[in-house]
């Protein structure tokens, strides 16, 4: 993963897709080490439960439009049945 020189926003597209465990985890680790210093980083992904270690808040957004808004952690599993709601049509 290459970054630009102190960033302010990070923005991470899937970065859990195709990763075994021990790639989950360096993703894991680079996230908390971006936010511990003060960065932004968003995170675009389908893979819900790994944003429950890392999300301070998170957005569902479905066809353009936002769904839920603003969980916070612990509160994800809200997010994901929303999620699952879209996926199954309802």
Do not use: W
């Not at 020189?5 to 680079?30: A, I, T």
């Not at 675009?44 to 957005?59: M, W, Y």
């Amino acid at each position: 993963l290459a970054l630009l020189p102190r960033p302010k926003v990070v923005v991470l597209d899937e970065p859990f897709n195709g990763l075994d465990m021990d790639g989950v985890q360096v993703v894991r680790n680079l996230v908390q080490r971006l936010c511990d210093s003060g960065k932004v980083v968003v995170i675009s992904t389908h893979t819900l439960n790994e944003l429950d270690f890392l999300a301070d808040r998170s957005v569902v957004v479905h066809q353009g439009k936002l769904v839920e808004l603003e969980f916070t952690r612990g509160e994800l599993g809200a997010s994901e049945a929303a999620y699952q709601r879209l996926q199954e049509g309802k």
